[in-house]
Structure formats: C-alpha cells, structure tokens
C-alpha cells in the first residue's frame, strides 16, 4: 500500500525565482530547519539521474539517498530513494496562479514502516513550503 503526503502554498513571486530558491539544494538547511545536510553526490548540473544525500531531523535523524527521476526547470522535480525500510517518492511543483506560485511539495512511501515515514515526510513537506515562502516573501517584504 502507498500512502501519499502532500502540502501547497501561494507564494507571491514568479515560478522562476521559486524555483532558483528550491533547487539550490545545498542551500536548504540555511532556511529548513530540518534539513540538517544535503550534498550532491552526482558529477555535472543537477537534473535526471542527479543523486543526493540528504540528512534531516525530525523525530530521529535520518540519512536518505535520493536520485531525481524527473527534472522540468521551473516546472516539477521528482526523486526516489529509500529510509527506514520504506520506498519513497518525492517531488516538488510549481504552478503559475494569481500573478505568484503556487508551491507544492509532496510524495509517497510504501514498506514495513510507511505510515510512520509518512508523518515525517508531511511535517517536512509542510515545512518547506512555509520556510519557502517565508524566505522569499521576506525579501521584498
């Protein structure tokens, strides 16, 4: 059985300077408080076939190495891995609406512990929107 989470917020910017924020990687535990670490492990730009190794805190620390699966600049990014037994998917949208975007960031486990993985993939899709639009709304606010 898959259990999906998901979480979405408008963002009053363009999809483009949404999309610069979300996908400098590295950048990410500077404005996610979760997000311990994350090191691109892959040779070149990030886009298809990229892999990462992201560390995040939430109930416990956990390491999970994801490779992105589908890359769409300033449109989708998708990536699977695995942690804690489970296999996950995760993947991030941004939408033109209303003159900003709208950010969605959200995905699916299945395995032993998925309900469990499920809750902290939520709380961190729930975070990243927020601290995205936060960040970016807090710069020309």
Known sequence: MKLKFSSSVEIDAPPEKVW??????EQWPQWIPSIKKIEKLSEGALGEGSQIRVT???IITVRLLMTITEFVP????????KVLGTRMTRYYAF??????????AGGEVSGLLAFLVRRGGQALSNEIVQAAKRKIEGEHG
Do not use: Y
Request: glycine share 14%; charged share 20%.
């Open 20 to 25: 610069a924020l979300v996908n400098e990687l």
């Open 56 to 58: 995040a805190k939430s």
């Open 74 to 81: 300033g449109r989708h990014a998708v990536m699977q891995g």
């Open 95 to 104: 939408e033109p609406v209303n003159g900003g975007t709208r950010l969605t």
